[in-house]
Each structure stands twice: as structure tokens, then as C-alpha cells.
């Protein structure tokens, strides 16, 4: 895939809906992007989809490289007595950025929303100071509560209408690049390795459920037993409120330290991006990494995992932005890393501790 291919594919994932626990529609769609080029593609019990380069060799060391489909949302709760649908959130929002959201509803039907929020002219001083709770907001579909029950019911998920676009400097805007652009990253790698023979299973993973529980890439990796595991995902980048403990949105990448990954693991992804002249910071976790590495590394007797990340402003936002060339980026690295395996596995007997 060329920029051009890389951005369509971004772009295309972006505006299909997928909330965590909501993801068929989206999956699918994967499952048709990664046939043409592995051996196996299935779709897992929790919805997963998992696709998988198989090797010649029976005794053949397994990678899995991870990264989740699933998007922030929200939930309808009651349908109230004038229509309006009362909500809450599914995966971490900032209540401060959903007045004035538009919605898609999907109910019985597709029903685009709004959530509405009292004029500036008709607020009291203090209630112009307060940032409303999400109890406090309602989405708005233009139907009576005769009309409104026939179609949405509580449980309704609601997703960002958000279309994304393309910026200047070869950025885009949208929604869902958390995780979806990690996603065509691995897609990148699985395309450049279509033609290869290998001495290792490959198993790219496409997990449900990150945001919320981390259970996808948990029971993806009980069940493929791997012997190496890369996560990919995103990580924040620099903007004019937040310059400290972030990255620049350049197309650089981060890769993490710390006790939820395999050092030796994460050195070789330092020497694939200077080897490949791609700009890879190290980010210190001191704990959780905030990726699907957290279930992963612990599935069964634990499995030696790795973490890059891609930079990415206004994350958990409907208007995300991100350097399309750290995509390209990362699936180069996410190709290196199973090639490096692939011709030596020896660096994981040293322990990682």
C-alpha cells in the first residue's frame, strides 16, 4: 500500500460504526481487507477477527500481532416521556465534548441524533460555568415518544457521526483512528508478507472490546497460545494544552519500557527503526501500558509482548487527528519484527526481567 491506499483504507474503517461490544459490521469489513492475503481468516466468540499466515513448519513458533477494532460510544438508557433518549458512555469520554455531537442511533433504523444543550442566551451565570454531566444531556432524534419507542430501545448503541477528512501535511481527521488506524498498520505488514514462506505462525489479530474490558485480545491469545506478541495502538501527541509525557504527530512512533512488555522485545523494535530510518521514542510505563498488552502478556503461562504506538491528538475525541506516514511506519516495523522472529527466536530465552 502506497500513502494514498493507506489513507483511503483509514478513512473507509473510520466511518463505519463499531462501538466495543458492537463491532460486526466493522468486522467484517476487516475480514475482507485481510483474505487476500493470509491463509485463514476467522471471526472468534467474542467477535475477534483473527487472521492467520500459517507456516510449513508443524513445530513452527507462533507471533501475534494485536490490534482492536472497537470504538468509544454511547449507550441509550430510557427513552424519556417528550422522545429524547437519556444515555451513558461505553468506553472513556470526556462529557465536556458531547453537547452539540452529532449521532447515529442504531436502532431499528439508522437514525441520526443530536445532543442538544440550553442556548448561551438562556443560561444562568453559574450554569454557564458548569460542564454538564452525562445524566444531565439527552440525544435528540426529532420523533415523540410513541415513535421514538418503536424504534430504540435501551441498549441501543450510539456512535459519532463524524466523517473523517483529510488535513494538510498529510494528516487526517476523524473518528476511531484509536484503534483503527493500527489496524491498516497491520494490514501494511500482512500485505508485504503475502508471498513469504515461514518458519513462524502468523497471526494478526484484530481484537474487540479494548476499550471497555480487554477481553478480545485476552481470549484471542489463550486461544492462539503465542510465543511473541506486538501490540499496536496509539499513544498521545503533542498539541498547544499538552506538550509534556507526549509525542510529536510527525510520523514517529513510540515503543514502551516497562513491566508489561519484554525488553528484549522492545530493543529489537528500537534496532528495526533505526535500521529502517524511522524515528521510534521510547515511552516509560511504569505499569499498565493502556493497550490490550495488559491481558495479553498474562494469557496462560504469559507471553513475551511488545507495545508501538502511534502518535495521535485529541484522542477519545470525534475529531482525532494523526500523521498518516506513522501508519506506514508502523506496519514497516510490525514487517520487520515478524521477519527478525522468523530467522532467530533465541533472544526470548534470555528472561525479560
Known amino acids: 500500500m502506497d500513502i494514498q491506499a493507506i489513507e483511503n483504507t483509514i478513512i473507509s474503517l473510520s466511518n463505519l460504526h463499531g462501538i466495543s461490544g458492537f463491532e460486526s459490521d466493522i468486522a467484517n469489513k476487516i475480514c475482507e481487507l485481510f483474505k487476500p492475503c493470509v491463509d485463514e481468516v476467522t471471526i472468534d466468540a467474542l467477535g475477534s477477527v483473527i487472521a492467520h499466515k500459517k507456516s510449513k513448519n508443524p513445530n513452527a513458533k507462533k507471533i501475534m500481532l494485536d490490534a482492536h477494532m472497537d470504538e468509544i460510544g454511547l449507550m441509550v438508557t430510557k427513552v424519556d416521556e417528550k422522545g429524547f433518549l437519556k444515555f451513558t458512555n461505553v468506553g472513556g469520554i470526556d462529557e465536556r465534548i458531547l453537547p452539540a455531537s452529532e449521532v447515529i442511533v442504531h436502532g431499528k433504523e439508522k437514525l441520526l441524533g443530536v445532543i442538544g444543550i440550553k442556548p448561551p442566551h438562556l443560561q444562568t451565570d453559574e450554569e454557564n460555568k458548569k460542564t454538564l454531566k452525562i445524566d444531565e444531556l439527552a440525544i435528540d432524534i426529532g420523533l415523540d415518544f410513541e415513535r421514538a419507542s418503536e424504534l430504540v430501545e435501551p441498549g441501543t448503541s450510539v456512535s459519532f457521526a463524524q466523517k473523517a477528512t483529510s488535513l494538510l501535511n498529510g494528516q487526517i481527521t476523524g473518528k476511531s483512528f484509536d484503534d483503527r488506524a493500527s489496524v491498516v498498520s497491520l494490514l501494511y505488514a500482512a500485505q ?9 505462525d502468523v497471526y494478526f489479530v484484530i481484537s474487540t472490546f479494548e476499550e471497555t474490558n480487554l477481553a478480545g485480545a485476552k481470549c484471542a491469545a489463550y486461544t492462539i497460545m503465542p510465543d511473541a506478541a506486538l501490540v499496536i495502538d496509539v499513544t ?24 508489561n512488555v519484554c525488553t528484549p522485545l522492545a530493543k529489537l523494535i528500537k534496532a528495526i527503526a533505526q535500521k529502517e530510518g524511522i524515528d521510534a521514542r521510547e515511552e516509560v510505563d511504569g505499569g499498565s501500558t493502556g493497550t490490550n498488552a495488559w491481558s495479553v502478556q498474562i494469557s496462560r503461562t504469559g ?4 507495545v508501538l504506538s502511534l502518535p495521535l491528538k485529541y484522542m477519545h475525541t470525534p475529531t482525532e487527528v494523526l500523521q498518516i506516514e506513522a501508519v506506514k511506519n508502523a506496519g514497516e516495523i510490525a514487517y520487520e519484527f515478524i521477519c527478525s522472529l522468523n530467522k532467530d527466536f533465541s533472544m526470548l530465552e534470555i528472561t525479560h526481567l
Not at 303 to 306: K, L, N, S
Open 192 to 200: 508485504k508478507l503475502s508471498d513469504a514462506e515461514l518458519d513462524v
Open 236 to 259: 498521545h501527541a503533542k498539541t498547544p494544552d499538552n506538550s509534556d509525557c507526549a509525542f510529536e504527530a510527525n510520523g514517529s512512533l513510540s515503543y514502551s519500557l516497562g513491566p
Open 303 to 306: 507471553v513475551a509482548t511488545a
